[in-house]
T-cell receptor, first 112, second 115 residues
Framework: QQPVQSPQAVILREGEDAVINCSSSKALYSVHWYRQKHGEAPVFLMILLKGGEQKGHDKISASFNEKKQQSSLYLTASQLSYSGTYFCGTVGRTYNFNKFYFGSGTKLNVKP | KAGVTQTPRYLIKTRGQQVTLSCSPISGHRSVSWYQQTPGQGLQFLFEYFSETQRNKGNFPGRFSGRQFSNSRSEMNVSTLELGDSALYLC??????????????FGSGTQLSVL
């Protein structure tokens, strides 16, 4: 049930845009996005719930298409501070309790 | 409000030894989950504890175990260490446990190296 992320890595110049995709073979009720900077803890960015909503965090936004079972994270006019690894996460259910499945991550490197 | 605290930050062990990692969640959070992070594998779920009870577990051998205390602090134990256990071990706390609308707060992790 691990979601699939693409691309695995992106190199950008400051001010450029990027899109990170996350897809699942299972039905999704929500998609979570986290960012982890080198040597630091992953930090929550946003949760998207079923309903095709979009959310934003500074110049980072995301969409969720539950019919296609995928989510996309949009980084607009990227800044150096956006560098890090981005993970999407989905929630599945086993043993009668929820369980988190994270994608393998997309490494974003923003250069001056 | 203090964040999630993991100790120790770094550990070096040899094959066959055992190790115990500690995680103190955010005050008031009752759920602690553990993840193994290796390059290229992302975050692999180990287990989740809620109010001292294991709620769920991932696909790891029985050498990996955990527990949670009444103050919500959690420990993870790995016995008979193998080289492949070298990884960053992250814990995350949340108020109500893993849920579709529940965000996780991660600690900085314990970097375990097995020689």
């Amino acid at each position: 049930q691990q979601p699939v992320q693409s691309p695995q890595a992106v190199i950008l110049r400051e001010g450029e845009d990027a899109v990170i995709n996350c897809s699942s073979s299972k039905a999704l009720y929500s998609v979570h996005w986290y960012r982890q900077k080198h040597g630091e803890a992953p930090v929550f960015l946003m949760i998207l719930l079923k309903g095709g909503e979009q959310k934003g965090h500074d110049k980072i936004s995301a969409s969720f298409n539950e019919k296609k079972q995928q989510s996309s994270l949009y980084l607009t006019a990227s800044q150096l501070s956006y560098s890090g690894t981005y993970f999407c996460g989905t929630v599945g259910r086993t043993y009668n309790f929820n369980k988190f499945y994270f994608g393998s991550g997309t490494k974003l490197n923003v250069k001056p | 409000k203090a964040g999630v605290t993991q100790t120790p930050r770094y550990l070096i062990k040899t094959r066959g030894q055992q190790v115990t990692l500690s995680c103190s969640p955010i005050s008031g959070h009752r759920s602690v989950s553990w993840y193994q992070q290796t390059p290229g594998q992302g975050l692999q779920f180990l287990f989740e504890y809620f109010s001292e009870t294991q709620r769920n577990k991932g696909n790891f051998p029985g050498r990996f175990s955990g527990r949670q205390f009444s103050n919500s602090r959690s420990e993870m134990n790995v016995s008979t260490l193998e080289l492949g256990d070298s990884a960053l071990y992250l814990c995350a706390s949340s108020s109500l446990g893993t849920g579709i609308n529940e965000k996780l707060f991660f600690g900085s992790g314990t970097q375990l190296s097995v020689l």
